[in-house]
């Protein structure tokens, strides 16, 4: 990303007169092939949950040509701050996740994963790029004089991991001076070109359960003098979900989805342990308080009648994400002036879960969906090993993310 600042946009004194959107609009779009090439580099170089080290040296190295002075974390991941005018005004932050996912990839695309099992199925690529972009655009608002209220970048490790990368880098005081934060999250199935927003939970909670059994075993021939363990693991598999949602208001929308089922090796013989592991999402916070006190409580109930002993282990993975509504106006006004008020998109709460939903517990923000469907192409999914992405997606995030930035101190959030 390297090119010099007269070249990129003119003299100080043509920058200040661009004004903050033109800026934006110039530096994004003369930026395009590099930002294009940055995402490229690190789809070609994926990295595991808390392994980011290459990822974080990268990511340092175009903050720094950007004449900015990025801060490395405890173990991975980075913050970076941009300076604004004014410094008594606490800071505005832009959050990108870095990890990628341990999903071969299995496009043909010449810049596909070069790391035999891991790719960037859920566009982190894309996230960390779009951010790259909006600093170049807000260090020459910054240098224009434009940029009022100052922005930090935070660059997150481990967001597709539990525990997540959200809570550590909260830990490491990242949200001090910040009194809000934005983020973008690449939808597939929306046309690039287009962003969704929606007030209040947007995203659900989700919490691995793991269900440990045991029982006496013994020989199939003998099912009365053994605790029957495979029929009560049948059992549990099927009933606790239903039952869960029958003692659960249906409007929170609780979902227990079991991913994997253990037990025994033999046809003949009754094991004495098995285990069920799988997702409890919630998308009412208030129901995701609940439930795992009613988790245990319905399981002893169901496991009472075959005598064996079951334990649950509900880890709490993370809360919605919940934007906040004067958030969401910062961000819809951004889109509005980037895109037109046509390509803002009404986007419904998914089942799905993200870690921004912890920072979110401790300061106003938003998630916005990132369309980087190619219109009249194919609808991908994320976490797929084919996912592919519309790349001018990047530029529309960037666009979108330094936009904010600036219209941050048009409103209150």
């Known amino acids: 990303m390297e090119q010099s600042q007269q070249t990129l946009v003119g003299t100080s004194q043509q920058r200040a007169m ?11 779009a003369e930026r395009g092939d590099a930002l294009r090439e940055v995402r490229r580099h690190l789809h ?28 490395r974390m405890a173990a991975t991941g980075l913050i970076c701050d941009i300076p604004g005018a004014d410094p008594s005004l606490e800071l505005m932050g832009l959050r990108a996740d870095m990890d990628a996912l341990g999903i071969p990839e299995l496009s043909t695309v010449p810049y596909r994963s070069v790391v035999e099992g891991v790719s960037h199925a859920c566009g982190h690529d894309v996230h960390m790029s779009a951010v790259l972009g909006a600093a170049t655009a807000l260090v020459r608002v910054a240098e224009a004089g434009a940029l009022r209220r100052g922005v930090r970048l935070v660059f997150q490790p481990a967001e597709e991991m539990h525990p997540c990368g959200a809570l550590e880098l909260i830990g490491q005081d990242v949200l001090d001076g910040v009194d809000s934060i934005l983020a973008l999250h690449c939808d597939p199935g929306v046309d690039v070109g287009h962003v969704g927003l929606k007030s209040g939970p947007i995203t659900s909670a989700t919490d691995p359960v793991r269900i440990q059994v045991r029982g006496a075993g013994g020989h199939t021939s003998r099912p009365h003098l053994t605790q029957d363990l495979v029929y009560a693991l049948g059992s549990i598999a099927t009933q606790l979900p239903a039952a869960l949602t029958r003692r659960m208001d249906p409007r929170s929308g609780v979902n227990l989805t079991w991913g994997s089922i253990h037990a025994g090796s033999a046809f003949n013989a009754i094991p004495s342990a098995g285990t069920l592991e799988g997702t409890l999402r919630c998308l009412d916070h208030e129901a995701w308080d609940r439930a795992e006190q009613l ?13 064996v002993e ?38 419904a709460q998914s089942l799905g879960g993200e870690d921004f939903a912890w920072y979110l517990e401790k300061v106003p923000g938003a998630l916005a969906r ?44």
Request: charged share 20%; proline share 7%; hydrophobic share 40%.
């Open 370 to 413: 990132l369309g980087t469907r190619t219109p009249g192409g194919r609808t991908y999914d994320l976490h797929m090993g084919d996912l592919m992405i519309d790349e001018r997606a990047i530029g529309i995030g960037a666009s979108v993310l330094a936009a904010a930035c600036v219209q941050r101190d048009l409103q209150a959030v």
């Open 310 to 347: 079951a334990r649950v282990t509900h880890d709490r993975g993370v809360p919605p994400v919940s934007n906040s509504p004067a958030s969401v106006e910062v961000l819809a006004a951004a889109v509005r002036r980037v895109l037109g008020r046509e390509n803002l998109d009404p986007t």
């Open 44 to 71: 070609r170089h994926p990295e595991l949950s808390h392994q980011e080290h290459a990822t974080t040296d990268f990511i340092a190295e175009q903050l720094t040509a950007l004449g900015l002075a990025p801060k």
């Open 295 to 307: 988790l245990e409580e319905v399981l002893a109930d169901l496991v009472r009648p075959w005598g």
């Open 18 to 28: 661009l004004g903050p959107e033109g800026l934006i609009a110039r530096t994004v």
